[in-house]
């Protein structure tokens, strides 16, 4: 039986840190654990270094929520776009529908839940900001943390800025009731603080960590993010500029793009970041992820939700032969490269096999599937924008380049399919380089936006009834704007 998470309104300036007190311990990602009781009273926090490391750890830790990874986010994010259906049965979360047709109003929940995720996150990254630069403790790791936070702060801004444009802008705790109402931010000045943001992280975080931090932000995470940032605002010399240096990192790509996803290659040598999520033994309350739960399969053994599935319009999108096309969908009568066979009965086409965990590893007592990493950024999106900041500056060659070493690993080895492009037509490139990127990061959650700043949001989801000149951006939450005393306003059509 589903359970659906009980959303519950949370004022966005003030959150407290401590409801996510986080321990270290000797697991596999240790910098995730909750522990669930002995919480410190706040009275007695950011004293020392061991509080900034739980300030940190809870900010990570926050990153695999419902909010974040669940509904929420994948109306906002996925489920306006061709690539995906609603999934599940025509009488289940029938508010998918709203957002897959773009009836949504400024009402419906899943709006606020998604902006009250972000800042939640903004919030942790706040008090970290805010309160670590007084703690005595060894400088370095202290710069490191205070990177940390800003690359999240960033990553939350960016998605905020992206899904309803102008939002508030805020990068510090409120002290007084002054503070905690404060209008929208043009989001030129947004963008502005979340280059300002990776540019600071990028400075000071490391290459790589030890077995025992894996996972958190890199100085690679910080430029590739910073790239995508720039790919948005159409600043096409600082994304080619970003991209080169990460390529000067030493990131490939995973040589098999079907295992690259599965948990026992997570954090692999393309993964310049993902969210964390893991089964901790005993602590079922922080195993919260619901990433893989809410689009698995459904079914008795798979115990899936199978919502946003892939669509029709994905399936013709691949060429003849491509082989992401199977390590993408998980099509209904198909045996999985695990052994798992996709009934015919289940209701939909297929699913997301990105978000898969074979039944096998599911966990008793666990949501199904809590171990499977979201992906944020991967080596092989680095690429794909290289190629087109390098097309968009005029450099085919390096356009090329870059591209076919995408389709080389999609490839991989075989001969007869998806050969190398060789156009040097810069629109004709363009237009490549486009589909590659549908056809790359399928159920990624990176094609809605991807259309929009391409400028095809009606070209391409014009026939589910997208408008120009308001489909750009999502409303905002009425419950914010009522919140605010209608201080926030409402985006255009809304």
């Known amino acids: 039986m589903k359970t659906y998470k009980n959303i519950t309104l949370q004022r966005w300036c003030i959150i407290g840190l401590f409801a996510t007190s986080i321990i270290a311990s000797s697991c596999k990602k240790s910098f995730l654990d909750v522990d669930p009781q002995g919480q410190q009273a706040a009275v007695d926090f950011w004293k020392t270094q061991e509080d900034a490391t739980k300030g940190v750890n809870a900010i990570y830790a926050n990153l695999r929520t419902w909010e974040n990874l669940a509904f929420p986010a994948l109306v906002i994010e996925s489920t306006g776009s061709d690539e995906a259906d609603k999934g599940s049965t025509p009488t289940d979360a029938t508010f998918f529908n709203l957002y897959d047709t773009f009836g949504v109003t400024s009402s419906e929940g899943s709006l606020n839940s998604f902006w009250t995720g972000q800042y939640r996150n903004i919030n942790l990254c706040n008090q970290v900001l805010d309160n670590i630069p007084a703690i005595t403790m060894d400088e370095t790791l202290k710069a490191r943390y205070i990177g940390e936070a800003k690359f999240v702060r960033a990553y939350s801004y960016f998605r905020l800025v992206r899904a309803y444009g102008d939002v508030p802008l805020r990068l510090k705790i409120p002290v007084d009731a002054s503070e905690y109402n404060i209008p929208r931010t043009d989001k030129a000045a947004v963008y ?13 975080l490391p290459q790589s960590y030890g077995s025992a931090d894996l996972g958190r932000a890199t100085k690679g995470a910080a430029l590739g993010m910073h790239a995508k940032v720039a790919m ?38 393309e993964s310049l970041f993902e969210v964390q999520c893991s089964i901790l033994d005993g602590n079922a309350d922080a195993s919260n992820s619901q990433y893989s739960q809410v689009q698995g399969v459904p079914g008795e053994a798979a115990g899936g939700w199978g919502f946003n599935t892939p669509s029709e319009a994905l399936v013709a999108a691949f060429e003849t032969g491509d082989p992401r096309k199977d390590a993408t969908i998980l099509f209904k009568g198909e045996t999985s490269p695990q052994g798992d066979f996709i009934k015919l009965s289940v209701p939909n086409l297929g699913y997301n096999q990105k978000s898969y965990v074979p039944f096998s590893l599911y966990v008793s007592s666990f949501n ?25 500056t005029g450099n085919a060659a390096l356009a090329l380049t870059s591209l076919n070493k995408v389709r080389a690993r999609a490839r991989g080895g075989l001969t007869g399919i998806l050969p190398d492009v060789t156009t040097t037509d810069q629109t004709a490139l363009r237009t490549a380089i ?24 009606l070209e391409v989801f014009g026939p589910k009834g997208w408008k120009a000149n308001k489909n750009e951006v999502w409303p905002v939450p009425q419950q914010e704007i009522d919140l605010s005393g209608g201080l926030l306003t409402q985006n255009p059509g809304y």
């Open 192 to 204: 502005a603080q979340i280059e300002k943001d990776l540019t600071d992280a990028a400075a000071v």
């Open 434 to 457: 486009w589909k590659e990127r549908q056809v790359e990061l399928a159920m990624e959650s990176d094609r809605y936006f991807d259309v929009i700043r391409q400028g095809r949001g």
């Open 368 to 392: 199904q599937g809590a171990q499977q990493n979201f992906r944020v950024l991967r080596f092989a999106d680095v690429l794909l924008m290289n190629a087109e900041a390098a097309n968009e």
């Open 232 to 269: 948005y605002q159409k600043k096409w010399a600082d994304v080619l500029s970003l991209t080169n240096e990460v390529i000067g990192l030493g990131y490939s790509l995973f040589p098999d793009y079907e295992k690259g996803f599965r948990t026992q290659n997570e954090n692999n040598v």
